[in-house]
């Protein structure tokens, strides 16, 4: 087995020393190659979640593009007169309602 350093977004992985012993296989490593510094999916069928592999070094960057992104939608929103009126209490309640929908997914 080849020993690979990764960030995983569980991050209790990290602070209970599970990453230290983690180890990919062969195989698993030829994925992560050819996937040429792209985020890996990694889905748990007996959890039903999906973890994510990402080199080391590139959160960074997907946060920015991540953010580079939605200021790019809401500039076009803005530029094309799509903006409206906003409380914070309705994003509050939206946000609430996206959590309860991915709580009972899970």
């Given at each position: 087995?080849?020993?690979?350093?990764?960030?995983?977004?569980n991050?209790t992985?990290e602070?209970?020393?599970?990453a230290?012993?983690?180890?990919?296989?062969?195989?698993?490593?030829?994925?992560?190659?050819d996937?040429?510094?792209q985020?890996?999916?990694v889905p748990?069928?007996?959890?039903?979640k999906?973890?994510?592999?990402?080199?080391?070094g590139?959160i960074?960057?997907?946060?920015?593009d991540?953010?580079?992104?939605g200021?790019?939608?809401?500039?076009?929103?803005?530029?094309?007169?799509q903006?409206?009126e906003w409380?914070?209490?309705?994003?509050k309640s939206a946000g609430?309602?996206?959590l309860?929908r991915r709580?009972?997914s899970?």
């Amino acid at each position: 087995m080849v020993s690979v350093s990764a960030n995983c977004y569980n991050r209790t992985m990290e602070i209970d020393g599970l990453a230290e012993r983690f180890e990919f296989t062969p195989e698993q490593l030829q994925v992560l190659q050819d996937g040429v510094g792209q985020p890996l999916h990694v889905p748990v069928d007996a959890t039903n979640k999906v973890y994510l592999v990402v080199e080391e070094g590139l959160i960074p960057t997907l946060d920015d593009d991540y953010i580079r992104a939605g200021l790019s939608h809401g500039n076009r929103q803005v530029e094309s007169g799509q903006e409206g009126e906003w409380s914070a209490e309705e994003i509050k309640s939206a946000g609430r309602q996206l959590l309860a929908r991915r709580d009972r997914s899970s």
